[in-house]
């Protein structure tokens, strides 16, 4: 039976290895795969010989049919340090099944695998010879070795693929995009149930259908949801206090129960149509629903009609787009992998009742050796790790050790069964669903192949070394120095890295306290207050009175901008720019400098680009001087006249202000950049802005939490209410004791005084 095409719906933001100028030659080979087709992946990358290596291990550190071998003197520290201390471990080290760690001198996780029998799977790595390039510069790296016990190998490969999830050691396969996937939760314990979207644990009392492959896939069904069930999403305190129908009512989403348009009986029977519409059976909804709209048309009730007509119309067309018809498939997991170049994408798809879920793009990070089944293999473990399994899982390569990975995820629950399909309708839906993954690996590689481009042409305008690594890029968002918020984005060789970005609360702007000026720095003084004479700030982007000498540069495709005469403005009410960006680089970079001294973790920008003119540019060189960061470039991109795009000026230190031509892809590229970190920093200060609306004077009370909140609220109706009841009526409320009525009195009445 043949299925419907399946376009990936939702590209995670994974993160792939980062590829080097060494990888060239590998990224061309890979293009040229792609261009002949998925292949064999089997018979292009062979899978390790099981006896080299033990159990789930072989995710990260089993050995491909092609593997150079040298001489153990090959890496330039040697491997005799190493050896010596898993030497001296191995006369603790057990010969039963569990977990060891290879840590290194700083104790962090360089690699954690799992063995059946752990004295002999660590005595392996004491014979050089036998060893890959990159095992033995594990084994150089090896400072100390730290085992767990299991009961079962079982045990082991569960307890393995959690701890890698936690560590991200930096020889194992890695999965980084690991982000929970949303649900569905109609809510129990409640005359009308409501019908929303859930992450997380499933605490909560009620019934759960999912997952959904993205926040675009679980909204789009909850909207159909509504407008064919017309089932409440509003929360049980929106929903006791309405006196009026909302809008999702006048938009036939809703049928209005909080104001009694519809009975609990009704309610009911929509829910239970609703589950069995989630369940799979919406041809069953859908012939109820086509005898009910016959009635009553017969009834001459044709605005009824009308509305059962429309519901069967959304049912119909989500149906079109879900159904797959798959003999054999109800509950089930496909999962594909292809590689090329030495990377991989992993392809996820989700069918529940028959229905496509949706799907997501995975491009985990492990050595460029390692076959489709080893990446897999170690992709599968930790994929399930604390996540909900179907009862079937279809791959399209075998894993390493199959049976015992089912065994393992089977653990504390239903069985799981692990199944690569050889013929039929199965066959052909994994294969649609591996050429999804080698087109979306060739997006990846050819998305990535421009980024390099790209970075090379920032490299070069900006008269760094090439290749640049990371780009970090800060803003700031405030309304008058209210919800004063920073925002960091990151860019890499292979895009956006939103795993790395980060978001800063304001607080000496909050508090009225900032920074003191730094003696002797060049720019603007980071007070509150910016007097006569004082630079302009990002509004203007003008230049400073003596600013730095204008030295000549030359780059691809910029034009040099004469410097304009200085100039002043306004003092910025009600916030100061430059001291809360200076604010946001201190607190990003002492952490850094406390955290990684001797830099070695990867995490250290090859350029920082700040959202502003002059005045911001010299504000983070204070900052960065006051530190002892002085090796980290630092320039500023402030919008051109009128505040046009395309006419942006770009700010160095000692360099007078250039602008890109007009088509510029870097430019363009750089907008980019600029822009994301706007978005990102716009939407922190909204959602502070929002949480600073919602909060109540409740939330200030030790020992008033949530559920003593909703309580009282419940009770009195209001907050103004508990802050003018008296402490008898206080003690009234359900579940508020004397000492917390008193406690709640007293706080009310100290700030009345």
């Known amino acids: 039976m043949a299925t419907q095409p399946l376009d990936e719906q939702e590209r995670a933001e994974g993160e792939l290895t980062r590829p080097s100028p060494r990888r060239d030659r590998r990224r061309r080979a890979a293009a040229t795969d792609l261009r002949r087709g998925p292949g064999d992946l089997g018979e292009n990358h062979p899978a390790a010989d099981p006896t080299q290596v033990t159990g789930a291990q072989t995710a990260g550190d089993a050995q491909t049919a092609g593997d150079d071998r040298a001489p153990a003197s090959h890496h330039p520290a040697g491997v005799s340090a190493g050896l010596a201390a898993l030497r001296a471990a191995l006369r603790h080290v057990p010969g039963t099944p569990g977990v060891y760690r290879m840590l290194d001198r ?8 799992k063995a059946r029998n752990l004295k002999a799977r660590v005595q392996n790595y004491t014979h050089v010879a036998g060893l890959s390039n990159r095992l033995r ?87 159909t949801l509504q407008k064919a069930f017309l089932l409440r999403s509003c929360s049980d305190s929106v929903f006791n206090n309405r006196t009026r129908p909302c809008l999702l009512f006048q938009i036939k989403r809703c049928s209005a129960p909080c104001v009694g348009h519809i009975g609990p009986q009704d309610y009911g029977r929509l829910i239970d149509e609703a589950q069995a519409f989630l369940r799979g059976r919406s041809r069953d909804v859908q012939q109820h629903l086509a005898i009910d709209m016959e009635k009553a048309a017969e009834a001459l009730d044709f605005e009824a009609a009308a509305l059962i007509r429309d519901r069967i119309r959304a049912l119909s067309l989500v149906q079109g787009h879900q159904d797959i018809h798959v003999g054999g498939i109800a509950d089930a997991d496909v999962i594909a992998a292809y590689q090329a170049g030495g990377h991989t994408c992993v392809q996820v798809f989700f069918f529940r009742a028959g229905q496509n879920w949706g799907n997501r793009a995975y491009f985990p990070s492990h050595d460029g050796q390692l076959s ?13 790790d604390n996540r909900p399994k179907p009862p079937l899982v279809l791959l399209s390569h075998p894993l390493v050790e199959q049976e015992l990975v089912e065994e393992a995820l089977s653990l504390g629950g239903p069985r799981v069964s692990l199944a690569v399909p050889r013929r039929g309708d199965k066959k052909r839906l994994v294969d649609r669903i591996l050429l ?37 890029v800060y803003d700031n968002s405030h309304i008058q120095g209210t919800n004063a918020v920073g925002a960091m984005i990151v860019a890499g060789p292979d895009g956006l890295v939103k795993g790395a970005y980060r978001k800063f609360n304001i607080r000496g702007i909050a508090s009225g306290r900032l920074h003191p000026p730094i003696a002797g720095a060049t720019g603007p003084t980071l007070s509150r207050d910016a007097g006569e004479g004082a630079e302009r700030s990002e509004a203007g982007e003008g230049l400073a009175a003596g600013s730095l000498p204008p030295q000549a540069s030359e780059g691809r495709g910029r034009r040099e901008v004469a410097q304009p005469d200085a100039g002043t403005v306004e003092p910025t009410a009600g916030g ?67 505040r046009n795009a395309g006419r942006e000026r770009f700010f160095l230190p000692g360099r007078e202000p250039f602008s890109f031509e007009p088509r510029d892809p870097v430019l363009y590229f750089l907008q980019r950049l600029r822009d994301e ?49 008296g402490l008898a009526d206080l003690e009234r409320a359900d579940g508020i004791s004397k000492t917390v009525a008193k406690t709640v009195y007293e706080y009310f009445h100290a700030v009345d005084e």
Request: hydrophobic share 45%.
């Open 436 to 472: 999804t993954a080698r087109e979306a690996l060739g997006r990846r590689l050819a998305e990535s192949s421009t980024q390099r481009q790209l970075l090379d042409g920032v490299a070069a305008a900006f008269g760094l070394e090439p290749p640049l690594s990371r780009i970090e």
């Open 677 to 725: 970190a706007h978005r990102f920093a716009i939407g922190t200060h909204r959602a502070r802005r929002q949480k600073a609306i919602g909060r109540s004077p409740l939330d200030d009370i030790a020992g008033i939490g949530a559920r003593r909140k909703q309580a009282l609220l419940r009770y009195f109706g209001s907050a103004r209410a508990v802050a003018r009841a």
């Open 106 to 113: 700083k104790g962090d996780a360089l690699y954690v695998g």
């Open 576 to 642: 100061d720019d430059y001291a809360m960006m200076a604010e946001v680089l201190r607190r990003r970079f002492a952490r850094a400098l406390k955290e990684d001294p001797e830099r070695e973790r990867g995490g250290w920008p090859d350029l920082v680009l700040i959202d502003g003119g002059l005045g911001q540019l010299h504000a983070a060189q204070a900052v960065m001087a006051e530190l002892g960061v002085e090796d980290v470039a630092i320039a500023g991109i402030a919008k051109g006249p009128d």
């Open 372 to 384: 489709a089944e080893e990446v897999l293999t170690a992709f599968v473990g930790q994929f399930y």
């Open 137 to 223: 510069r594990m084994v150089a790296e090896t400072a100390s070795l730290e085992i767990v016990v299991t009961h079962t190998e079982a045990e082991a490969l569960l307890l393995e693929c959690n701890m890698i999830k936690r560590l991200m050691p930096r020889y194992n396969v890695l999965l980084r995009d690991d982000k929970s996937f949303p649900l569905i939760h109609i809510t129990a314990g409640h005359d009308f149930p409501q019908l929303t979207k859930f992450r997380g644990a499933r605490t909560r009392e009620g019934v759960y259908f999912g997952p959904f492959a993205s926040a675009g896939a679980v909204n789009r069904t909850l909207i």
